[in-house]
């Protein structure tokens, strides 16, 4: 069963193709997304990695967390399962 990873501490150009090959080397990566700012469209500096299976994400901690790609130290772990919250749509009530 895929195992998703927290990954933060990200440089602003860091792509999700980057990161697939980075984590590519622990094994099957099955989805990579960055999050970017709605309203800049800035990287928000994190994103999250579903590895193939649990052995995998634990190789690609232990093989990511602390290292430098595209010049910041990354932190890896595991992603914490909790449910999006509600957003509000923002309209003002008059």
């Excluded at 094994?27 to 928000?44: H, L, Q, W």
């Excluded at 093989?63 to 595991?78: A, K, M, W, Y």
């Amino acid at each position: 069963m895929a195992k998703k990873l927290y990954v933060g501490n990200l440089s602003y150009n860091t792509t999700e193709d980057g990161l697939k090959n980075l984590f590519s080397g622990f094994g099957t990566v099955a989805s990579v997304k960055i999050i970017f700012d709605r309203e800049t469209g800035n990287s928000k500096g994190f994103g999250f990695i579903e590895m193939g299976s649990d052995e995998e994400a634990t190789a690609a901690i232990t093989g990511t967390n602390g290292r430098e790609f595209d010049g910041r130290q990354l932190r890896v772990n595991e992603a914490m399962d909790k449910p999006r919250r509600e957003r509000s749509g923002g309209g003002g009530n008059w």
